[in-house]
C-alpha cells in the first residue's frame, strides 16, 4: 500500500507562562491509502495534537515545524497558507469526542451541512440539500428529509455523532480522522459508530486515522497502530505485531493493564505506576523514562534511535537490539 500521508520530523511547541513546552517530539509517521490508523496513549501522550497539526488547528500560542508532509506527493510546508485551509477543508476531515459542541443548537441540521457543502464545493442551495440528504443517508440517519429541518436537540448523542460524520464526509476527503469518536456514547452506539466508520472505509476507500487510548477499539478496527508517549512515538507496526510482540516497554506495559474479563474476582487491575511527566518536566532522554522499570542514566539524557524489527514494526528504546533505521 502506498503512502497518503508522510509525516516527517514534526515538532510542536507552545508558548506558555511557563516558558516553551515541547508537546511534540520529531514524529515520524505515514497513513498508507486505504488503512484504519491506530494513534494510541494515555492524555497528554500528543496523540491529537499530531493530527490537529497537520490539520492547522492549533491555538497561535503553538508552532508547528516538519522536515515534510507530504500528502498525495505534494509537500504540504510549501504550501501557502490561504491554499492550505481550502487544500485541508476537501480532503481531510476531523471529528471530536463531543458531537454537540461540534454543532450549533440554534442552527438547524441541515444548515450545518449545506453550509459546509456549499464553501467547498461548487453547487447550488438546491443541490446542496440533496448531497446533504444523501450523506445523512448514507451515515444511518433514518427520513433524513424530516431530519434536516430539526435541530441538534431533537437528536441522541449516536445520532449528532452521525450528522458530524455526514458533514466530515460532504466533501469527499481521502482522509478522516477521528479524534475518540466514541468515547462520549454508550457501549452499543459506540459499536454503531465505529462498525460505520469500517463501513465508510471500505465502500469509500478512504483512510481513517483512529485516536484512541482504548486497546480494545484498536483491536478490532485498526491495521496498524503506533502507541505515542510523552510526544514521540515510541512503537509502531501491524495490529498483531503490537498485540503480540510488543517490543517497547510502555506498550508492554500498556497491553498488561487492558482488563480481562478471566482474571479471577477481587484481583488487582494491574496499572503502569507513577504518572506521564508534565510537558515542562520531560526527560531530556526517553519520555517514559520517569516510569519505566529498566531505565538507566543513559535514558534520561539520551533520546534513544529507532529500532526495525521488520518492514511494519520499529520502535525507540536503548534496550531493544533491532536493526539501526
Ligand atoms: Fe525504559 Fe530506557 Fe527503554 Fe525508555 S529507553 S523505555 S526508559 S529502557
Redesign the pocket.
Known amino acids: 500500500m502506498s503512502n497518503l500521508l508522510e509525516i516527517k520530523n514534526l515538532r510542536t511547541t507552545f508558548s506558555t507562562m511557563q516558558g516553551k513546552a515541547d508537546a511534540i517530539r520529531g514524529v515520524d509517521l505515514q497513513v498508507k491509502e486505504n488503512e484504519i490508523l491506530g494513534i494510541v496513549g494515555e492524555s497528554g501522550s500528543g496523540k491529537s495534537v499530531t493530527m490537529k497539526s497537520v490539520m492547522g488547528l492549533l491555538p497561535r500560542s503553538a508552532k508547528v515545524t516538519a522536515d515534510a508532509l507530504i500528502y498525495k506527493g505534494e509537500d504540504l510546508t510549501k504550501k501557502k497558507e490561504k491554499e492550505l485551509r481550502s487544500f485541508r477543508g476537501r480532503e481531510m476531515a476531523m471529528i471530536f469526542q463531543d458531537p454537540m459542541t461540534a454543532l450549533n443548537p440554534l442552527r438547524t441540521i441541515g444548515y450545518h451541512l449545506t453550509e459546509v457543502i456549499c464553501r467547498y464545493r461548487k453547487v447550488s442551495k438546491k443541490e446542496a440539500e440533496a448531497i446533504a440528504i444523501e450523506m445523512l443517508r448514507q451515515v444511518g440517519i433514518p427520513s433524513p428529509e424530516e431530519r434536516m429541518k430539526q435541530y441538534p436537540h431533537e437528536f441522541s448523542g449516536g445520532m449528532r455523532q452521525r450528522v458530524i460524520i455526514s458533514m466530515a464526509l460532504c466533501c469527499e476527503p481521502s482522509l478522516l480522522i477521528a479524534d475518540e469518536p466514541t468515547t462520549a456514547l454508550d457501549v452499543t452506539i459506540q459499536a454503531q459508530i465505529l462498525d460505520l466508520l469500517k463501513q465508510l472505509k471500505q465502500d469509500r476507500g478512504m483512510s481513517v486515522v483512529l485516536i484512541s487510548h482504548d486497546m480494545g477499539v484498536m483491536a478490532n478496527m485498526c491495521d496498524r497502530i503506533a502507541v505515542m508517549y510523552g510526544g514521540v512515538l515510541?512503537e509502531e507496526g501491524k495490529v498483531d505485531e503490537i498485540f503480540y510482540q510488543p517490543k517497547?516497554?510502555?506498550t508492554k506495559d500498556l497491553l498488561r493493564s487492558i482488563p480481562r474479563p478471566e482474571v479471577t474476582r477481587g484481583a488487582r487491575l494491574q496499572a503502569i505506576d507513577g504518572a506521564p511527566p508534565t510537558l515542562h518536566n520531560m526527560?531530556k532522554?526517553?519520555?517514559?523514562?520517569t516510569?519505566?522499570?529498566?531505565?538507566?542514566e543513559?535514558?534520561?539524557e539520551i533520546m534513544?534511535e529507532t529500532r526495525v524489527f521488520s518492514d511494519t514494526q520499529n520502535a525507540?528504546?536503548?534496550?531493544?537490539t533491532g536493526k539501526e533505521e
Open positions: 515510541v517497547h516497554p510502555y526527560p532522554g526517553c519520555p517514559f523514562a516510569r519505566c522499570q529498566y531505565a538507566t543513559k535514558c534520561f534513544p525507540k528504546c536503548h534496550l531493544l
